[in-house]
Nanobody
């Protein structure tokens, strides 16, 4: 499996912004049908937040629409998640991997990156 590495999390005030990044220790993160972002909040199940398919189409969970933007830079082998207007309920550990309907198991789960939203 290709190991994923997430970064960019941190502490931000409500209404603030963060940009998360995802890359791989070795190999391409864009060799499968889609790649996206999950989050796992305290006491909650891991859920898909947004993803981009091989042809560049993007999809968002209702909670992310209008605030989050998923993008990719294939030349840098990096997936991004721009998060704006952050709310307390966005606080979670964010992971990247193939979204559920596209999951092939090609990539191992990384350690995630913690996003904390607090004043």
């Amino acid at each position: 499996q290709v190991q994923l590495v997430e970064s960019g999390g941190g502490l931000v005030q409500p209404g603030g912004s963060l940009r998360l990044s995802c890359t791989a220790s070795t190999g391409s993160i864009f060799s499968t049908a889609a790649m996206g972002w999950y989050r796992e909040g305290p006491g909650k199940e891991r859920e898909v937040v947004a993803f981009v398919t091989h042809d560049g189409s993007t999809n968002y969970a209702n909670t992310a629409k209008g605030r989050f933007t998923v993008s990719r830079d294939i030349t840098k082998n990096t997936l991004y998640l721009q998060m704006n207007s952050l709310k307390s309920e966005d606080a979670a550990v964010y992971y990247c991997n193939e979204p559920e309907n596209y999951f092939s198991g090609t990539y191992g789960w990384g350690q995630g990156t913690q996003v904390t939203v607090s004043s």
